[in-house]
Each structure stands twice: as structure tokens, then as C-alpha cells.
């Protein structure tokens, strides 16, 4: 299974693209989308859509997970990051790729035991999943492999659960 992990923001979007094999999990792309808070918001939109819809068009995707936005205290910020967030649910329709949607506090819990934990506890939780070394700094690609580790998962106990 390839799954496409995605940690939506306007000025650094993390992506991480992760195969399932029959034993193990491998990190087979990753990094970040970065758009400048000067350009307009389309722009920025047209930009990040662009780059994971070229991600999309590279591999063979089964599954793209997105992490959820959370309700910011800015208005403003959360209707933008809403704005992304539509674009990408629609590029997953266009491309026929499964969704699944996971809140920050579950992807947490699910990689760390710890659905409060902070970024540096999730970037060291996820090595002790799959072998990855961050090709930036941003913790936004850290988080988008702990975003698609997590879909992994949730996707696996979704399918046992249909079964039954």
C-alpha cells in the first residue's frame, strides 16, 4: 500500500509519501511545499495543490491521509487553512484516492502513546516505525510522516472492522 501523508499549512505544507510493505513501512518521498505569506491566498492554494497533485501523479496512491485543521483563535487563519484544506479533499476525489481525515490528538496517540505530545516526542516516536531522516528541518515533514503512519494504521483497522 502507498500512502501520501499530508500536514496542511499555507507557508509549509508537509508531505510524506510511505509504502506498506508486506513486513515493514518505507519512507519512499518526503518534504515540504513552502508559499510566501506576501503572495495571494489563491496563489499559495494553486502552489501547494500543484506540488501534491505532481506527488499524486508520481506514485501509484491508495491512500492520502490529511491531518485536520484545528479551530485557531484567528478567524482568519482557520477560514485560509479551511480554504487548503477543500482543495486538497478535492484533489483526492479528482485522483480517486481514498481519504482519511485524523485529528492532530489521534495522529499523536497513535505514534507516541501520547495524544498531547509535542513535536519533538512525535519526531522521535515515528523511528521506531520506519528508518527517516528529515531532508529539512521543518518539523512539517516530520509531522507528515507521522500523519501517514498513522493513516496506515487507522486504515488497517478499518478494513478488519468491515470484515467482520
Not at 500536514?7 to 519512507?27: H, I, Y
Not at 501547494?48 to 508520481?58: P, Q, S
Not at 481514498?98 to 522521535?124: H, Q
Request: glycine share 4%; charged share 25%; aromatic share 6%.
Amino acid at each position: 500500500m502507498i500512502v501520501l501523508g499530508i500536514d496542511p499549512s499555507l507557508t509549509s505544507t508537509g508531505f510524506c509519501v510511505l509504502e506498506q510493505g508486506r513486513l515493514d513501512k518505507k519512507v519512499l518521498y518526503s518534504g515540504i511545499i513552502t508559499t510566501k505569506a506576501s503572495e495571494p491566498l489563491n496563489q499559495r492554494i494553486r502552489d501547494i495543490y500543484a506540488g501534491i497533485a505532481h506527488i499524486a501523479k508520481l506514485f501509484k496512491l491508495e491512500l492520502m491521509v490529511i491531518e485536520k485543521p484545528y479551530i485557531n483563535s484567528n478567524a482568519q487563519t482557520s477560514i485560509k487553512l479551511a480554504n487548503l484544506y477543500g482543495a486538497l479533499l478535492l484533489l483526492s476525489a479528482q485522483q480517486n484516492i481514498e481519504l482519511l481525515e485524523l485529528a492532530p490528538s489521534t495522529i499523536k496517540k497513535l505514534i507516541s502513546w501520547n495524544g498531547r505530545a509535542d513535536k519533538d516526542l512525535v519526531a522521535e516516536s515515528i523511528k521506531h516505525f520506519v528508518e527517516f531522516e528529515p531532508s529539512t528541518e521543518s518539523f512539517d515533514e516530520t509531522d507528515a510522516v507521522a500523519v501517514a503512519l498513522a493513516g496506515i494504521h487507522e486504515i488497517k483497522k478499518i478494513k478488519i472492522l468491515s470484515i467482520t
